[in-house]
DNA sequence: CCTACCGATCGGTAGG
DNA sequence: CCTACCGATCGGTAGG
């Protein structure tokens, strides 16, 4: 009667756990009997425990890629693209929150290659931030003595924290966090 | 010539590599290599290793604990204590970065008793935060739209979040980091 | 602090 | 997807 996993279900139940136990707190036996399956039966799916990590992360990160690409292009004020790039990664970790969470806590026990593509990856992505307070403080709409570099930092703190603390059951809603999310990293900056 | 190993250079010890490889990720083989040591060494200092984690995180946490009994009791205005929480903590932060991560990252692999102890302080701790900006709320030196929950817990995101991307050797100093946090977190509250 | 272990569990494979 | 495994490593103990 149970239709058979597919290897869609071997990663996202894997990063459902990765989440919530960590990389090294999860055996494949574990996620194994999350799916009904002995673990054995997952290496018809995925070739390794890590690559599975590397699935989950790369996931994640290609929706931070994408969304810092899309804003890199976009027309529109400095306060106009930073409402975009806070709203769109919130909405990222909101919908993908296990695979965010993942990406956030455990991408340090990625294999070597993938690791350094990782930290490669949000470098461009904490620069595509730099950038537009840049733009932003050059043409007035932002404070004069922001120092860039670490005022990215700091909201890229805020924003990802969000994925540590957030819970869908929760008493708010995630439209109304992330408003107030918003606002609060505006006053920062303005 | 070497001398024998305390119990508080087998507890640092542990705070480093949990903080660097996870608690999951750390074995007591590693822990004991890290020392000049056998594993089985190790057991003479301590009872096992969730005795560890507990003794590596409680440091931190009793640290914490402190800062907000501290300004609890103390005078002044809302902005000179929201000064002192953010800064107490960041020095904290500073002074005990592998304890302080281990405390943020490792928390949820305590046994049972020491992690519900653990939530318990945090949530103590995070109202010790929503008080000091109620009151200035309440006298009008913070924003009369403040969230005072979700300001707390934004406030704590920027703060510990230093201890994920803090480097002692880099380039910039932790006291103008602690400046600039500062001043960041002040701008979106006044 | 070391020698010498222990049972349990780990990631993973061969073969069907 | 299961049966039946494997060698390696895990946390931990007894005894000195």
Known sequence: MTTPRTKEDVVRAAGRLFAERGFHGTSM????????????SLYSHISGKDQLLVEVISRGAGLFQ????????????AAERLHHLV????????????????FLNEARFLPAPQHDAVVAMRDRYEATYRAVL????????FRSDLEPHLTAIFILSVLNAFARWYRPQGALGSDEII????????????
């Open 87 to 102: 709203t769109g990664h919130l909405h990222i970790l909101v919908e993908y929150l296990d695979e965010a969470a993942t």
């Open 134 to 141: 840049e733009e932003g403080i050059a043409d007035g709409t």
């Open 66 to 77: 994408a969304l810092a690409d899309e804003v890199g292009e976009s027309e529109g004020t």
């Open 179 to 190: 408003d107030r999310m918003y606002r609060f990293i505006e006053d920062g900056v303005q």
């Open 29 to 40: 036996r574990d996620l194994g009997s999350e799916l009904g399956l002995l673990s054995s």
